[in-house]
């Protein structure tokens, strides 16, 4: 059965980095787009970074110059680079493919909850 496993999650403060991963089996991963989304509580899930099998990257404006997405092929592994973490990127952090939240191949993850408060 094809799953996703987020990891790397935690809670920190302002201006903080954490690094968060998603180990994929099957073979889709590379070939595929895949996507970091979010979702904080009572707001619907959002894309906040995409890349290509190939390494072309798409970002959300409110994550531009601070998040960096990277993938490993090899290792089926998908990473999120965060730095200068604000309070709004608090939020439950899941990765599938695409980088339309409603229009994704794999069974959703249990994610990776990121909190980020003073």
């Known amino acids: 059965q094809v799953q996703l496993v987020e990891s790397g999650g935690g809670s920190v403060q302002p201006g903080g980095s954490l690094r968060l991963s998603c180990a994929a089996s099957g073979s889709i991963f590379r070939i595929a787009v895949m996507g970091w989304f979010r979702q904080a509580p009572g707001k619907q899930r959002e894309l906040v970074a995409s890349?290509?099998?190939?390494?072309?990257?798409n970002y959300a404006d409110s994550v531009k110059g601070r998040f960096t997405i990277s993938r490993d092929n090899a290792k089926k592994t998908l990473y999120l680079q965060m730095n200068s973490l604000k309070i709004e990127d608090t939020a439950a952090y899941y990765c599938n493919t695409g980088s339309d939240p409603n229009n994704v191949l794999y069974y959703w993850g249990r994610g990776t909850q990121v909190t980020v408060s003073s």
């Open positions: 890349i290509t099998s190939g390494g072309s990257t």
